[in-house]
C-alpha cells in the first residue's frame, strides 16, 4: 500500500478523525458502549436478542461513508501491493489479535486513549510496535 503524498490532504484527514471522534463520542453518550469495530463486529456474527439493531446499523454506517463520500469527491486511489493470500491470511490474524487483546484499534487506539486506559495504552503500544516489528521484517529482512 502506498500514500499518494502529493494529493495528501491533511484537512480531509482531519475531517476523518473528527468524524471517528464524534461517532465514538454519539455511541458512548447515547448508547452507553464503546466504538470498538471488532466488538460490534463480533456481537453480530453471534447475536444476543436486542442486541442486533445498534451494531448492524454501525456497520452499515460503515459501509456507507464511502458511498456518501463518492458523491461530493472521487474515492482516493488505493494500491495494495500484497495478494489475496497474503491480505486473508493477515485478516485473520488480526482477528485473532482482536480476540486476545479484547479489543481492536478503534476500541483502544481511539476509545481506551480518548478515556486515558492503561489498559488501552498498553494494547495501542503493542498493536503499533507489532505493526513496526511486521513491516521492518517484511520490507528488511524477508525482502
Known sequence: ??????HFTPWTSLAGGVLIGIAAAMLLFFNGRIAGISGILGGLLRPVRGDIGWRAVFVLGLLAAPLVWRLFAP??????????????????????????????????????LARLSPRS????????LAGFACVYIVRHVLA
Open 1 to 6: 500500500m502506498t500514500i499518494d503524498w502529493i
Open 75 to 112: 474515492l482516493p486511489e488505493v494500491h495494495v501491493e500484497a495478494g489475496n493470500l497474503t491480505l486473508i491470511v493477515a485478516g485473520l490474524l488480526v482477528g485473532l489479535g482482536t480476540r486476545y487483546g479484547a479489543g481492536c484499534t478503534s476500541g483502544h487506539g481511539v476509545c481506551g
Open 121 to 128: 495504552m498498553v494494547a495501542t503500544a503493542a498493536f503499533m
